[in-house]
C-alpha cells in the first residue's frame, strides 16, 4: 500500500525558516518525480518545487532563492526547505510522486505551514 507521510509543519513568524519531509512507502521511491504544493482557501492547488528521478529541479518564481527542494533516495523521503518564510507562504502543503507520465500519481495528507506577521 501506497503511503506518503508528511512532518514539519508548524507556524513561524516571518523571516524565520522550516523544513518539510514527506517520507514514502509502497512503491520503488527511485523512479517517481517528487514535488511539493501548496494551497490555500478558495484559491487553486499551485506547484512549489519538483525534483525529478535524476535530479533535476524546478521552483515557482515565487519561492526561489527561498526554498530547495531535495530528495533522498535511501530513506526514501523528499524534503523541502524553506527559508525567509513571508506571509504569503501560508497553505496547506502537499507532496506528490508521479512516474510513468501521471499513470501513477500519489499524494499526501497535506501539513499546515502558518507564517505570522
Known amino acids: 500500500h501506497v503511503q506518503l507521510v508528511e512532518l514539519g509543519g508548524d507556524l513561524v513568524q516571518p523571516g524565520g525558516s522550516l523544513t518539510l519531509s514527506c517520507a514514502v512507502s509502497?512503491?520503488?521511491?527511485?523512479?517517481?518525480?517528487m514535488s511539493w504544493y501548496r494551497q490555500v482557501p478558495g484559491k487553486q492547488r499551485e506547484l512549489v518545487a519538483i525534483?525529478?528521478?535524476?535530479?533535476?529541479?524546478n521552483y515557482a518564481d515565487s519561492v526561489k532563492g527561498r526554498f530547495t527542494i531535495s530528495r533522498d533516495n535511501a530513506k526514501s523521503t523528499v524534503y523541502l526547505q524553506m527559508n525567509n518564510l513571508k506571509p504569503e507562504d501560508t497553505a496547506v502543503y502537499y507532496c506528490n510522486a508521479r512516474w510513468d507520465f501521471g499513470k501513477h500519481d500519489y499524494w499526501g495528507q497535506g501539513t499546515q505551514v502558518t507564517v505570522s506577521s
Open positions: 509502497g512503491f520503488t521511491f527511485d523512479v517517481y518525480a
Open positions: 525534483i525529478g528521478s535524476r535530479l533535476t529541479t
